[in-house]
């Protein structure tokens, strides 16, 4: 089956640190990628997405690469803040051969962020 | 702004009532929106599809008669859940495929803002 596996948290950081969170996953045919992102007491925002491989998504300084050859989505940005806390998840959705989503999601266990000041 | 809206986004209900739960696409039509349950601290979880003019495809474990699904129209899709119990408690959100305006944006997903449901 499909499933994604995220590394666990929480990850705690200084503000302007540089961010790692780790994404791999299996899936049978097409899959698009995507990292979703949950501030607190609220709904889920789309952060970026890569629809084939060696796609880079990237959003708010936030990017990612789909590795098919690793089966990897890892997500970085380069300097965080502290409004960057959130809970983060990668999730993936199946496609058809052209590249259409059929919708469903699969996420990853999410990882709690925190920076400070 | 948003372009699927979730109402309400918090209700406290009692033991044994039902609540439902609404899903509207708001500048598109979606023949299938989804629903998912997120308990606290942890991820995710699809309990259905909805689709438009037909019954629901539930996933594995989700008490059909329990949670309730009606996608009555192309806009809109409600979750009732019966007789509800405290374990009933959770965020619930809901999620529309975009299929409109040709590939690039036809690969879309968009989420409600989700409902927190409290059964007391």
């Known amino acids: 089956g499909n499933s994604v596996t995220q590394m666990e948290g929480p990850v705690t950081l200084s503000e302007e640190a540089f961010l790692t969170i780790n994404c791999t996953y299996t899936?049978?045919?097409?899959?698009?990628l995507f990292w979703y992102v949950q501030y607190p007491g609220e709904g889920l925002q789309l952060l970026l997405k890569a629809t084939k491989a060696d796609d880079k998504g990237s959003n708010k300084g936030f990017e990612a690469t789909y590795r098919k050859e690793t089966t990897s989505f890892h997500l970085e940005k380069g300097s965080v803040q502290v409004s960057d806390s959130a809970v983060y998840f990668c999730a993936l959705s199946l496609t058809n051969a052209g590249g259409t989503s059929y919708g469903k999601l699969t996420f990853g266990q999410g990882t709690i962020l925190t920076v400070h000041p | 702004g948003a372009v699927v809206s979730q109402h309400p986004s918090r209700v406290i209900c009692k033991s044994g009532t039902s609540v439902k739960i609404e899903c509207r696409s708001l500048d598109f039509q979606a023949t299938t929106m989804f629903w998912y349950r997120q308990f606290p601290k942890q991820s995710l979880m699809l309990m259905a599809t909805?689709?438009?003019?037909?019954?629901?495809?539930?996933e594995q474990g989700v008490e059909k008669d329990k949670f309730l699904i009606n996608h009555a129209s192309l806009t809109l899709s409600t979750l009732t859940v019966t007789s509800a119990h405290p374990e009933d408690s959770s965020f619930y959100i809901c999620?529309?495929?975009?299929?409109?305006?040709?590939?690039?944006?036809?690969?879309?997903?968009?989420f409600g803002e989700g409902s927190w449901l409290t059964v007391v």
């Open positions: 909805s689709n438009e003019g037909s019954k629901a495809t539930y």
């Open positions: 999620s529309a495929r975009d299929l409109s305006g040709g590939f690039n944006k036809g690969n879309t997903i968009y």
């Open positions: 899936a049978t045919g097409y899959p698009s």
